[in-house]
């Protein structure tokens, strides 16, 4: 019989799991970010040269920059995630060539966390094109509405899809290989309503980090530009790492929660 989420307490207690190890998700995230932000710094500097100083211009180039980019933070960020299940569900705590771990399990999530991507892509595509029917038809695309409608009504399927099959990456992160994307729907099956208030929630402190960084942001500027631009770059720097962290410790307490069966 499919387990019913309590999504509060839930959420309480993966804020509560991020509070009382806030130092162990220093520890192993601050190497991966010494690595990757100097890279993904030097690799932008080398295609902004390319692109004859103004990268923007060049359309190929921005993309290419783009793809480097994420594929360096999200490997940090699937490092990062496997240590930090290890961690919580194992109470491993790695030595410190550990903590840049680069093995099977790392590799596995990464892969994963590029297929669930895709999935989502391929399924946020197949939901929009009835609506995009249904609003070339009623003259609706017209309308400066429809791309909020579509936002209002994609994002809680894609999220509540993604957190489901997420479900599976703290699987790989133990080791496992019998623990599949499938499964991961099944053992959720029935909670979407309250898996999408968790992902809605985390959204929610997402926008809200970055209005009230942007207010701070304007606010300062006033003051001094530079100023302004240096204090908003920290902080939606520490306020994205915070999210990040908060975000595996969710999909650790939903695998502890439907999978190995533990209460909150």
């Known amino acids: 019989m499919t387990r019913k989420l309590p999504a509060g307490t839930c959420i309480g207690h993966a804020v509560a799991s991020v509070r009382h190890n806030i130092a162990y998700a220093f ?3 601050w190497p991966w970010y010494l690595i990757v932000i100097p890279l993904t710094i030097a690799v932008s500097l080398v295609l902004s040269y390319a692109a004859g100083g103004d ?30 299940h290890r961690y919580i569900l194992l109470d491993e705590v790695p030595d410190s060539r550990g903590i840049l771990r680069l093995d099977d399990k790392v590799w596995r999530y990464f892969g994963n966390i590029i297929l ?9 595509f197949l939901i929009g094109i009835p609506f995009g029917i249904i609003a070339a038809l009623t003259s609706l695309a017209m309308s400066p509405l429809f ?5 209002i009504i994609i994002v809680p399927i894609a ?5 489901r099959l997420s479900v599976k990456l703290p699987a790989i992160a133990l080791g496992r290989t019998d623990f599949g994307l499938k499964d991961a729907l099944t053992v959720t099956r029935g909670n979407s309503l309250p898996i999408f208030l968790v992902a809605l929630f985390e959204i929610v402190c997402l926008l809200a ?3 009230l960084i942007g207010l701070l942001a304007a606010g300062l500027n ?3 530009p530079g100023l302004a631009i240096a204090v908003a770059y920290v902080l939606h720097f520490a306020a994205n790492w915070l999210i990040t962290i908060f975000s595996i410790t969710v999909l650790t307490s939903l695998y502890g929660f439907f999978v190995e069966g533990r209460d909150f």
């Not at 791309?147 to 936002?151: A, E, G, Q, V």
């Open 27 to 29: 520890r192993i995230s």
């Open 55 to 84: 990268l923007g211009q060049n359309q190929g180039l921005m993309l290419l920059n783009n793809m480097i980019s994420g594929f360096l933070l999200g490997f940090a960020f699937a490092s990062i995630a496997v240590n930090w």
């Open 116 to 124: 669930i991507f895709l999935i989502l892509v391929v399924a946020g």
């Open 147 to 151: 791309p909020i409608l579509l936002f």
């Open 159 to 163: 999220g509540t899809i993604a957190m």
């Open 209 to 211: 980090s970055l209005l």
């Open 222 to 224: 006033q003051l001094s």
